[in-house]
Each structure stands twice: as structure tokens, then as C-alpha cells.
């Protein structure tokens, strides 16, 4: 089976900075995508960023030019380096891998969830 751990949420004051990361681990064969996904109360989980294989990123227009996203695919891990939070940031975030093949079952192709990380940001 495969598990993802996210960790550096936290309290932040506004205009301050975050690190996330989240670990992909198990019998993977290989990830497509990795990606950064948050969820603020009474509202849908939305997609704040994401990154291929090969490295190509897309963001979602709230977060350009202060989030960046990168990937180490040797560790199967991804980032999200936030910037300029604001308190419209505050959510709970959630690491998301997409188009999972395990070296058992190489043919199945699965998504998974990490079980999220609260960020807060204080005006």
C-alpha cells in the first residue's frame, strides 16, 4: 500500500512563509503527478498546485507568484513553498499523487490522499 505524510503546517502572521512537504512512501513504481490540494471550512477542496514527472507545474491564479511547487521524484516527495500568506491562505492543505503504479501491480493505476495539514494565517 502506499502512505503520504504531509508536515510544516502551522500559525502564521500574515506576510509570513510556510514550507510544506509530503512523503510518498510504499512499493511505488512510479508517480505522474503530485500535487497540493486545500480546503477551508464550509467550502470544496480546490487545487492549488501541481507538478508532472517531468517538472512542468500549473498553479491556481490565487497563488501565482507566491507559491512555488517542486518534486523530488528520487524520494517520491513534494513541496509547496508558500510565500505572502494571507488570511485567505488559511486551510486545511492535502498532498495529493496521482496515477500511482506499485511494483506489485504495476498495471493498476490509483490515486492517494495525505491526511492534511492545518495551515492558519493571523491578520
Known amino acids: 500500500q502506499v502512505q503520504l505524510v504531509e508536515s510544516g503546517g502551522g500559525l502564521v502572521q500574515a506576510g509570513g512563509s510556510l514550507r510544506l512537504s509530503c512523503a510518498a512512501s510504499?512499493?511505488?513504481?512510479?508517480?505522474?503527478?503530485m500535487g497540493w490540494y486545500r480546503q477551508a471550512p464550509g467550502k470544496q477542496r480546490d487545487l492549488v498546485a501541481v507538478?508532472?514527472?517531468?517538472?512542468?507545474?500549473n498553479y491556481v491564479d490565487s497563488v501565482k507568484g507566491r507559491f512555488t511547487i517542486s518534486r523530488d521524484n528520487a524520494k517520491n516527495t513534494v513541496y509547496l513553498q508558500m510565500n505572502s500568506l494571507t488570511p485567505e491562505d488559511t486551510a486545511v492543505y492535502y498532498c495529493?499523487?496521482?496515477?500511482?503504479?506499485?511494483?506489485?501491480?504495476?498495471?493498476?493505476?490509483?490515486?492517494?490522499w495525505g491526511q492534511g495539514t492545518q495551515v492558519t494565517v493571523s491578520s
Open positions: 495529493a499523487a496521482r496515477g500511482v503504479r506499485t511494483v506489485v501491480r504495476p498495471d493498476v493505476i490509483s490515486d492517494y
Open positions: 507538478i508532472n514527472s517531468g517538472g512542468t507545474t
Open positions: 510504499g512499493s511505488i513504481f512510479s508517480i505522474n503527478a
